[in-house]
């Protein structure tokens, strides 16, 4: 079982435009992911309504977890990209 | 001449001047859950539920895919990504396969998630709308009904609602609505400020609009608040076609604002960023720029080079021109994230505007400094104001801080009563004036602008509106100092020559008004101005203004 743990970096949390750009990324991994904060259920990555669900903030600690073969590289992806403040990103509305 | 079988015609108050015509149709309500209906073939069953809500997910690309803006495409991809949710579509196809019908089976899958979103709070509770929206609209589809929203029948029809909300406005298509018809609404809702954005004719708080029949011809005055019924469709293309052709006529007056007599009356536009300044091609200049684009959706306040580079770009492209640059324009009302403002009982009455500086005057300075900088590398005229000011303290502080900054020009809104009645004291310390219709309206009337049910109140032709603009117009004559308004009243070319009879020396509106209003002004002379404004002052009530001077 490969495992990241993971603080998420976006400004607005794993809400909106982060959460959708996750969880399109976690659906195209080729393995299933889950993902949870704390010692809650762990919920699957690619279903946006329950990453919605766990309420994550900036600097929210999530674990990632996924089995099989890609899961190591599938994770180190997913980590960065929730690593990453996705918000700052955003191109600003001149 | 309406025939005699035409009945009688539907009133309301018009928003959006112009003239069109067309078939009705209704936004689609939200469809009632049937009784739950036994279920013979399952497997076919649970297969027409998920396909409802494939469509839903189509219908959101759809959505996304004609709407130019990027915030807006990515929240309806997010909600596609909601619909299409693997658990979601599991849930429904287990639902069904446990007996449930469809529309039953896509209510049960979304109330477990409704449940977990309330129960969580915040945002998400704020979500809640957005499944509810979703749920509706599949259990819709796989009723066979058409969506809730607006509908898209793929010809030109007059779209009749009880009021838009700001998500059917994605919807709506331009090439096929003519005209709008709100049973609620005022002249400041959301309805009014879409039609005027897109040029549409609409007319609102319009008794009996939900009541017309879809597929009834209706001929609608945007200007008068006219709804005719049972048109003729040859009378309405030639309505429209005379429609279409005084336009044109009132497009052929250019130049500045002046009455017949030669008064001139700074016609000028309001703009948010560089983006709008297109549909200001006709103006003197500006006379609102609101900043606060600039500071939305952001968690840390942008950097002095950064705001001076937006700015920039404005003034650059208006050397030579009047630019009105408002401070932020933020608060309880309007949250700004980085502000970490406390949430107050009344956000309306709250620490919003130029209160700001109470707590956070560093916003201010750098915004100022950012403005100078600006300003010191174009040739635009720029002039600064402040909003929400209700004493001659304030405004002297804020007077102050522009011209330690370097700026000549300070000046401040006038949105309260207390600042209406003290123009003159105001003028003693600030270089300009300019009136906030909106605001003005909501403070004088203790309603709030975003109340439907209010909307009479906040009338732009009350008379106890009209004399706090006159009190403002008085102290601007006796200071020789100019005096405007920047509100959505400005843009109304019957009350055009009401406020320049009232002393308004310009009138600030978005860029497709200013045809109108230059032609308005152009046919009355400051006489008659005065005397227009006197009979408006006069009046009972704002119907009986908007009549007398009509």
Same mark, same amino acid.
């Given at each position: ?86 918000? =700052? ?6 | ?315 650059? =492209?208006? =050397? ?231």
């Amino acid at each position: 079982m490969a495992t990241r743990t993971v603080t998420v970096g976006s400004a607005s949390g794993l809400h909106a435009r982060p959460a959708a750009l996750f969880v399109a990324a976690a659906g195209a991994a080729p393995v299933p992911v889950t993902i949870r904060t704390g010692e809650k259920r762990a919920v699957p990555a690619n279903s946006m309504l329950s990453v919605l669900s766990l309420g994550a903030k900036q600097g929210t600690e999530v674990v990632l977890e996924a089995d099989g073969e890609g899961a190591e590289a599938a994770l180190d992806g997913l980590a960065e990209l929730l690593a990453r403040d996705l918000d =700052a990103e955003e191109p600003a509305d001149a | 001449m309406p025939d005699s079988a035409e009945p009688a015609p539907l009133h309301g108050i018009g928003v959006s001047p112009g003239v069109a015509g067309g078939p009705v149709l209704r936004v689609a309500g939200v469809p009632a859950l049937p009784a739950p209906a036994p279920v013979t073939d399952p497997a076919a069953e649970a297969g027409r539920a998920v396909a409802a809500l494939r469509e839903v997910v189509a219908e959101l690309h759809r959505r996304a895919g004609r709407s130019g803006e990027k915030t807006l495409v990515d929240v309806l991809r997010a909600q596609a990504m909601m619909a299409e949710d693997p658990l979601l579509l599991e849930a429904v196809r287990e639902k069904v396969l446990a007996g449930s019908d469809g529309p039953h089976a896509i209510d049960a899958a979304f109330a477990t998630h409704r449940a977990a979103f309330e129960a969580a709070g915040g945002y998400l509770a704020e979500r809640v709308a957005d499944l509810d929206d979703l749920r509706d609209r599949a259990v819709a589809v796989c009723l066979g009904r058409p969506m809730p929203g607006v509908p898209s029948p793929g010809h030109r029809y007059v779209l009749t609602a009880w009021d838009l909300a700001p998500a059917d406005t994605v919807d709506l298509d331009p090439e096929q609505v003519v005209a709008l018809v709100t049973e609620s609404g005022g002249p400041t809702s959301h309805t009014a400020i879409l039609a005027r954005a897109l040029g549409l004719p609409a007319v609102v708080a319009c008794p009996g609009a939900r009541d017309l029949a879809d597929g009834t011809t209706v001929l609608v005055d945007g200007a008068t608040g006219l709804v005719r019924v049972d048109v003729d469709p040859v009378e309405v293309t030639a309505a429209e076609t005379a429609d279409r052709e005084h336009r044109t006529a009132v497009a052929a007056i250019s130049g500045p604002g002046r009455t017949s007599d030669g008064r001139p009356v700074a016609l000028l536009a309001n703009i948010g960023s560089a983006r709008d300044l297109a549909a200001a091609d006709g103006a003197e200049g500006v006379g609102l720029f609101r900043t606060e684009l600039l500071f939305l959706d952001r968690s840390r306040e942008p950097e002095l080079a950064e705001q001076a580079e937006a700015y920039r770009e404005v003034f650059a =492209a208006l =050397a030579g021109r009047r630019v009105v640059i408002r401070t932020l324009d933020a608060g309880a009302d309007k949250p700004l994230p980085f502000l970490h403002q406390a949430d107050e009982p009344n956000p309306a009455l709250g620490v919003r505007g130029l209160r700001l500086v109470r707590q956070r005057p560093e916003l201010l300075r750098t915004q100022l400094a950012a403005i100078a900088r600006a300003a010191e590398q174009t040739g635009a005229e720029v002039w600064v104001m402040a909003p929400m000011v209700a004493t001659r303290a304030e405004a002297a502080e804020f007077a102050d801080a522009v011209h330690a900054a370097g700026l000549p020009k300070a000046g401040v809104m006038v949105e309260v009563p207390a600042a209406a009645l003290r123009a003159g004291q105001l003028l003693e310390v600030v270089d300009f004036l300019s009136i906030g219709t909106n605001d003005l309206s909501q403070y004088t009337f203790a309603a709030d602008r975003q109340s439907g049910l209010l909307a009479e109140l906040l009338d732009p032709w009350q008379p106890a509106l009209l004399r706090l603009i006159a009190e403002v117009g008085t102290a601007g004559r006796a200071a020789g100092k100019p005096v405007g308004v920047c509100g959505e009243a400005a843009a109304d070319p019957l009350l055009a020559p009401v406020l320049v009879g009232l002393g308004m020396t310009s009138l600030s509106m978005s860029g497709r008004a200013l045809g109108p209003v230059r032609a308005a002004l152009a046919a009355r002379s400051s006489a008659d101005c005065a005397r227009l404004a006197r009979l408006a002052l006069d009046a009972d009530d704002a119907q009986r203004a908007r009549k007398a001077v009509a």
